[in-house]
């Protein structure tokens, strides 16, 4: 019996993407270039787990597909959580992949400032079974587990507070982002 090749490294990076910015993006290539990721998949959330108001799904997909364009060799979009559909928990969005795709070793990637919020997740521990978890140091989240230097100070709720006020945040999200989201007329732009 001939022994089994070594696992395709996918590490995932999970969010509302609600708009996608720099930060996501820089987590991305530090993780692609660090951990040891064949690739990186951004996961919109399809529902969000916490009820947080967003886009349209179709869009936020879009708008990953935009932020992965030049670097489509690696950074991939998967819609798995459309896919499972429920509640958006990453238990069973893990457990949903794991499944199948048994040559693949599963990386969960997540933000310092995240940390907090752990307890309230479904079955954490499940989770730490399924995927390593990789926690990213989220500039003014400190974390002794966390890895890395401190990633962009950019957050998607600053951002729309930017678009709110009429100011397109040119310095915090990508043009090809901004330009989907000004066909689209997404967050007042246009």
């Excluded at 090749?5 to 590490?11: I, L, N, Q, S």
């Amino acid at each position: 019996m001939a022994e089994p090749g070594p696992k395709t490294e996918v590490a995932l990076l999970g969010g509302s993407f609600n708009p996608p910015h720099v930060g996501h993006l820089l987590a991305a290539c530090y993780v692609r270039a660090t951990q040891g990721a064949d690739a990186v998949w951004l996961m919109p959330t399809f529902q969000h787990p916490f009820g947080k108001a967003t886009v349209a799904f179709e869009h936020r997909v879009g708008m990953c597909e935009a932020l992965a364009g030049d670097h489509a060799a690696w950074l991939k979009v998967s819609q798995v959580e459309k896919d499972v559909g429920g509640e958006g928990r990453t238990v069973d969005t893990l457990s949903h992949l794991v499944a199948r795709h048994p040559d693949t070793r599963f990386s969960l990637v997540i933000g310092s400032d995240i940390l907090k919020d752990l307890p309230l997740w479904k079955d954490f521990a499940r989770i730490r079974e399924l995927a390593r978890v990789v926690v990213l140091y989220r500039a003014g989240y400190p974390a002794a587990e966390a890895v890395g230097p401190p990633l962009a100070l950019v957050s998607s709720t600053e951002i729309r507070g930017q678009l709110d006020a009429g100011v397109a945040p040119e310095a915090l999200v990508p043009r090809a982002v901004l330009d989907y989201a000004r066909r689209h007329r997404l967050y007042r732009l246009g």
